[in-house]
């Protein structure tokens, strides 16, 4: 985990318009939000700031399966739930699977630092629209 030294304005910028945006946004939308209201930001910048910030435990990066990143202001463990209908990401508060890392450990070798795990199947509000 890195250490970020200092806040910049446009790091508090990028914060700013993840939280203002409430869901998971992708760098694109972030990039995007930051642009109606701060055009001088490069998409460098956004990108350079959003991953400093996620190693630095500020924010959290989700990665999906397709590749796509999205960040989350939520930093404390917990798992995502990916509809395909909508696509929409939602938090799943669930207690973290810790003996699954052991699990991995112990069949395969493997040094496991952490997991993600992103559910998939369709959410509730498009349930509904069915």
Do not use: W
């Not at 806040?7 to 694109?28: F, G, M, V, W, Y």
């Not at 399966?65 to 938090?91: M, N, Q, S, T």
């Amino acid at each position: 985990m890195s250490i970020i030294k200092r806040n910049t304005i446009q790091r508090q910028i990028i914060l700013d318009a993840l939280i203002k945006l409430d869901t998971h946004p992708s760098i694109e939308e972030i990039y995007a939000q930051i642009q109606a209201e701060h055009p001088s930001i490069s998409k460098t910048t956004v990108y350079r700031n959003l991953r400093q910030l996620a190693e630095a435990g500020i924010i959290r990066r989700v990665s999906l399966p397709d590749g796509l990143e999205r960040y989350d202001k939520r930093v404390h463990r917990h798992y995502h739930f990916r509809c395909r209908a909508c696509d929409c990401i939602h938090d799943v508060e669930i207690a973290p699977l810790t003996a699954i890392n052991d699990e991995v450990r112990e069949k395969h070798g493997f040094q496991v630092d952490g997991h993600d795990v992103v559910f998939s199947g369709v959410c509730i509000a498009c349930q509904d629209k069915q």
